[in-house]
């Protein structure tokens, strides 16, 4: 009776691989108004073990990434329609959609913060039948309920971080893109900063029912920008070769799938010779697609190879055999990836049901993952290596003294013990302040289960807290549960102090600190990278000043992208961020959120300050009580300009330390001091007082110095593009137990600040401002290409670069793995030898860059060279040049040193701020 509902002429109608009743229990059969379809139980593991659903290998920790508009929110509310979590079709234009649930997005239409939700895939049936049943040999994996932990990330260069730390915890990832403008410049971001972190990818093209769109065009982009092997699995079908786009053809099932205009669940499909009756033309290139992948899949797996030997056809291999063979690929962790490519229109509902078949069938289980990085007692490795005693093996090796073998065996036990005492690690990746349940802390579970109301030690910040209560989200709605076993995304209620990136650990025993050395137990952190603009923010009142830091602290704790400095001269706060909507979007949060009574003032720019010249050298003595106890060191430093991109080495090869951050370089020499490294590996000197050691000192002189170059002398901007050198004599500067590393913390400073003063004491060349100089990607079309040009070369000081040649923007993260997924000193892919169908609604004469609707509208791609300021305010400008069409994205290249007249109208344009 059920699936008689879903029968239509001759063609089964039927959700793609799993029973016909299943999407009948689960479709639209059932009429219940209720928007979301949350399961309520009591514990996360408890519930899902029934069914064997919670197993690992039936776990899908998965993100959706892509540039911004490309379609993922949308993808994102299909995915969870058709899986059963909702019974509507949420919109984006209409604020409707499940993941895009604060205010600030719905007014937008944009994905501000990720969200986490969990499905199942495909849905699970009345009384769970088949859920706990193991797959037969040749059975897809998609025809067995999994758990599928889902993130959908923004797309919007400004929330950059965003993405990064949802790529961090992922397994997976599903890359969408825009089937009209191909792959965009916040696309290649996004996907080398998951080749950072060594996640499988699988590409969607969305949006093909729209005019202009190239899907063989997209896919020799995908092989000239993304740097992999496009496997094209998916080809469109378009009525009658040139009408509208109806559905894909299954390269590697050999069978058309055809869907209606209705929801999208009910889907005709065709097998290979029903296509050749009524799309001959179709079917043809069908054939060619499953030979050019099974070539492509033999040239990369020597088992597809055997399969093809055994069959003799490329249409005869087993569909089963070459999703294996992908799977085998995409998870290979060496040389150049292949990149199974997809094809749909999720707003048409077409589709995506085959999509969620590939992120059970293709993207790995937790278990399958690389290893992830962690450090523990100065040692690196990988956390299954610590589990199974190997890496605290070495750690004992390294820091136990030789030659004392009972000492070497009794700190291996210890090790052993403390490895053992390892209950669960986990990494918080995101702070949220959620108004009705408080603080939520969302992790990840790399081992063991974490249980609630136990005792968490957080490794960074070296403090234990209780996790009273945990939650599984479904993006804005939460269900409370028991655990969060391994390999699952949830949320920790309640936590005062974990911060995004800290590690958090459970162990056995009552005492109040772990067994060494599990204290310093990390995962690979996330990095966070520097911010371009900053805005004041003014308390109302002097009374509102307390309530302002609180709302700015909980900000920043949600948001590490974000900073808060204090002005020295003016005393002001001052929020620096990403961009311009990353700050807008701070303001409504410390506003209307957070309820702070305080109002921001316009965005501003974060200008540098450069010497000309040398200065010095300069000495100074410290000598004053620090807190009641008499400090006394003294320090002689010199300055000189420097460049970032010079070797670090410095000029004299006896420093001590040579330190390059922020543009800047410090060099400590102390030619007489005598350093020796003890029996405990670590450096020490007579010379120095007792109890300082020389990494002590190395540090409080750097801490000094870097107080010094954080406030330039002339303009009060700080110091960028300068080597500072410090000279220590332990005759004349260290003063036995006097000297502290306060003092010379204090040494450092006074020495570094009296070198900055003569640069603008007016014998020296002074110092000179320096503005960010962004790396600029500009997509519009053909008819608005010569107005945005003349704009950025003339009117806001811009070079142009290239026309139609993006220069790649680099990965925000810049510490990928050591085992780097993507080689990138391969050579470019060509793509005359990337199979690609053709697109039928391009011109013969133009070939794949020039849609048939005219030059006008064809996609063109400016690469420039912009100072920031010129930016601020620049998306409206640009929209009113390309009626509407242009987006851009920007990153920092670098600080470049303003030419004098530049300078004296920023100079002016500032003063008359102030006044």
């Known amino acids: 009776m059920v699936a008689a509902l879903f029968l239509r002429a001759s063609h089964p109608v039927r959700p793609i691989g799993r029973p016909v009743s299943r999407l009948g229990c689960n479709g639209s059969l059932i009429q219940s108004p209720s928007r979301l379809r949350i399961p309520r139980f009591n514990g996360f593991s408890t519930s899902l073990a029934k069914g064997n659903v919670d197993s690992l290998d039936r776990t899908r920790n998965i993100g959706i990434i892509a540039h911004i508009d490309a379609g993922k929110t949308t993808t994102t509310e299909r995915m969870l329609y058709y899986s059963g979590f909702t019974r509507r079709l949420g919109d984006v234009d209409e604020g409707s959609t499940v993941t895009d649930f604060l205010p600030a997005e719905r007014a937008r239409g944009i994905t501000i913060q990720s969200a986490a939700i969990t499905f199942h895939w495909p849905p699970q049936a009345a009384g769970g039948e088949n859920a706990a049943a193991q797959p037969a040999p040749g059975t897809p994996r998609s025809a ?31 890359c969408i893109l825009d089937g009209v403008a191909g792959v965009e410049a916040q696309t290649e971001k996004v996907w080398h900063q998951a080749s950072s972190y060594r996640i499988p990818r699988v590409v969607y093209v969305n949006k093909l029912d729209r005019d202009g769109a190239a899907f063989g065009r997209t896919v020799r982009e995908v092989a000239s920008r993304l740097e992999g092997w496009p496997a094209v699995c998916q080809i469109p079908w378009f009525e009658g070769g040139q009408g509208r786009f109806i559905g894909v053809a299954d390269a590697i099932n050999l069978q058309g799938l055809r869907w209606d205009d209705g929801d999208g669940k009910s889907v005709k499909m065709y097998s290979l ?35 093809f030997f055994e069959c003799e056809d490329h249409l005869a291999v087993p569909a089963h055999d070459i999703l294996e063979s992908l799977r085998r690929c995409l998870l290979r962790d060496e040389g150049r990836k292949i990149i199974p490519v997809f094809a749909g229109a999720s707003f048409r509902n077409i589709g995506v049901q085959p999509l969620l078949d590939v992120v059970t069938n293709l993207l790995p289980s937790p278990l399958e993952t690389p290893d992830p990085e962690v450090s523990i007692g100065g040692v690196k490795g990988g956390l299954r290596s610590l589990l199974s005693g190997d890496l605290l093996a070495e750690q004992s090796q390294k820091t ?24 669960s690690c986990a990494l918080a990746f995101k702070v949220v302040n959620d108004p009705k349940r408080g603080v939520l802390v969302y992790v990840r579970v790399y081992s063991g289960s974490l249980d609630r109301n136990s005792t968490l030690f957080n490794t960074n910040l070296g403090v234990s807290e209780r996790a009273p209560r945990l939650l599984k989200m479904y993006a804005n709605d939460a269900v409370e549960v028991d655990s969060i076993p391994e390999g699952h995304i949830g949320v920790i209620v309640g936590l005062k102090h974990t911060r995004t990136g800290d590690t958090l650990v459970t162990y056995g025993g009552s005492k109040a600190q772990p067994p060494e050395p599990l204290g310093t137990l990390q995962l690979r952190p996330i990095n966070v990278p520097p911010p371009v603009f900053f805005a004041s923010v003014e308390p109302h009142s002097l009374g509102e000043e307390k309530r302002m830091q609180e709302s700015l602290a909980m900000l920043l704790r949600e948001d590490p992208s974000l900073h808060v400095t204090t002005d020295e001269d003016s005393g002001q706060t001052l929020l620096s961020g990403m961009g311009e909507l990353h700050l807008e979007i701070a303001r409504d949060r410390l506003l209307n959120d957070l309820k702070a009574k305080a109002s921001m003032g316009r965005i501003e720019i974060g ?148 070198a900055l003063r003569t640069l603008s004491s007016g014998t020296t060349g002074g110092t000179a401002i320096m503005e960010p100089l962004m790396n600029v990607i500009i997509s519009i079309d053909e008819a608005s290409l010569g107005a945005v040009v003349h704009d950025i070369s003339s009117s806001r000081g811009g070079h142009i670069i290239s026309l139609d040649e993006e220069i790649p923007l680099p990965a925000t993260d810049i510490s990928p793995s050591p085992q780097g997924a993507e080689d990138l000193d391969l050579p470019p892919i060509d793509p005359n030898r990337v199979y690609a169908p ?61 030419s004098p007249p530049r300078q004296k109208a920023v100079l002016s344009e500032l003063r008359g701020e102030m006044i």
């Open 144 to 174: 067995y309920p999994h758990t599928v932990n889902l993130i959908d990330t923004p797309g919007h260069a400004d929330f950059t971080f965003e993405v990064m730390r949802s790529l961090r915890i992922l397994d997976g990832a599903v």
């Open 273 to 307: 010779e029903q296509l050749d009756g009524e799309e001959r033309q179709l079917a043809q290139e069908l054939r060619r697609a499953r030979t050019a992948l099974v070539e492509l899949l033999s040239e990369h797996d020597e088992i597809m190879v055997e399969k």
């Open 607 to 754: 200008y540098r300050e450069c010497p000309l010249t040398h200065a010095g050298p300069v000495t100074q003595i410290f000598d004053r009580e620090i807190a009641g106890r008499k400090g006394k060191a003294g320090c002689t430093a010199s300055i000189e300009p420097f460049d970032d991109p010079e070797p670090a080495s410095p000029p004299d090869d006896d420093a001590l330390a040579v330190l390059t951050t922020e543009g800047n370089q410090i060099i400590i020499l102390a030619p007489e001091l005598q350093v020796e490294v003890n029996k405990r590996g670590v450096q020490e000197s007579p010379l120095l007082p007792p109890g300082l050691d020389v990494a002590t000192f190395q540090k409080a002189l750097t801490n000094g110095c870097l107080a010094a170059l954080a406030r330039g002398p002339q303009f009060t901007y700080p110091m960028h593009s300068t080597r500072v050198t410090l000279t220590i004599d332990p005759v004349s500067h260290l003063f036995g137990s006097d000297t502290t590393p306060a003092a010379l913390s204090a040494a450092a400073r006074l020495a570094t600040a009296s």
């Open 838 to 898: 053709p697109d039928p609604f391009e011109t013969p004469s133009v070939g794949a860059e020039i849609p048939a609707s005219g030059a006008a509208v064809r996609p063109r791609t400016i690469t420039a060279k912009v100072p920031l300021k010129e930016m601020v305010g620049y998306l409206k400008h640009l929209r009113s040049l390309s009626a509407g069409r242009g987006t851009f994205v920007m990153s920092v290249d670098r600080f470049e040193k303003m």
């Open 400 to 423: 136990a003294p030789k030659g004392k073998s009972k000492k070497k065996s009794a700190v291996q036990a210890d090790s052993r013990t403390a490895i053992e005492s390892l209950q």
